[in-house]
């Protein structure tokens, strides 16, 4: 048989391109590169896609956040919180605060100074200077404060008006006398932070009274007219363990208690919060002495302690 032709079938051959590395720019080119017009790597065509895309994103975002504002505002009231007392994280139970506060004092809720350092007291009596300014001055509340008038136990304020707190009648703990804080007899300012509507409970009935108040504070609600008995009462009292008294005798001012007539808070323009200044006639100098100054009303639960601590407040008092 005859041999089969064999047909030579083309050669094919493959080549290959490898990328060429791109010449290194300078500084210059990658500014502005002349050849094809590109700034800073992009052209004027692809920043201008670029800068549109991030002004409409942008624009969307503010939208979207101004309708998330407005419809948070919407549910909100100037004049009174949404939620109030048990509906409210404050809840019913006012806390207990002091003045003045230090600013750079070795531990929290300290009041430590030097009597003989005039620096060092006049820092703490600026202190309750700038706290008692309004208080002083009612040109610097909302409305100058034409609206406080003086109210008493039979005499509440009408509506519309706030009871006015006089500093005049605070005794020994006048900015005349340096709050006493360069005799070695401190003043310190105690008052319950407000709680919009919350309106105390108090202890008129005489019989009624808890079984852990101080004698002291029994005996002066006792002696008291009905009317003036509806006060939250204020007691402070030593907590250091010693036999000795370190605290020495307390006088409070203008009275042991809060009146009436100051609640309930409804965040009323020239409100100011009532105050207990309680002067430490001789407090043992050279020691460290921690006073508890509690508040007492049968809707203002107590609990002691350094950890959530309510109904009260603890002050550590050393005076060199």
Known sequence: MPAEKRTSQPRIVRTYEFPTKPEKQTLGQYLYNSQDGKILGRTAKNWAQLMLFYACFYIVLAALFAICMQGLLVTLNHQHPKWQLDESRIGTNPGVSYRPQPEDAEGPNSIQYIAANKTDVTGWVNLINEFLAPYADHTLLPGGGKNQV???????????????????????????????????????????????????????????????????????????????????????????????????????????????????????????????????????????????????????????????????????????
């Not at 509506?159 to 006398?177: H, M, P, Q, R, Y």
């Not at 001789?282 to 950890?307: D, L």
Request: charge should be negative.
């Open 150 to 320: 003086i109210c008493d136990f039979n005499t509440p304020p009408s509506s519309g008006n706030v009871c006015a707190f006089d500093v005049k009648n605070l005794g020994a703990c006048t900015a005349s006398s340096g709050y006493g804080y360069s005799r070695s007899a401190p003043c310190i300012f105690i008052k319950l932070n407000r709680i919009y509507g919350w309106q105390p409970e108090f202890y008129e009935d005489v019989d009624d009274l808890p079984t852990d108040m101080p004698d002291n504070l029994v005996s002066h609600i006792r002696s008291l007219s009905p009317p003036e008995r509806r006060q939250v009462w204020l007691s402070c009292k030593e907590l250091t363990n010693s036999d000795e008294d370190l605290l020495g005798p307390i006088e409070y001012m203008p009275s042991q208690g809060f009146p009436a007539y100051y609640y309930p808070y409804m965040n009323v323009e020239g409100y100011l919060s009532p105050l207990v200044a309680v002067h430490l006639a001789r407090p043992k100098p050279k020691t460290t002495i921690n006073i508890e100054c509690r508040a007492w009303a049968k809707n203002i639960v107590f609990r002691g302690g350094s950890r959530d601590r309510t109904g009260s407040v603890q002050i550590s008092l050393r005076i060199d």
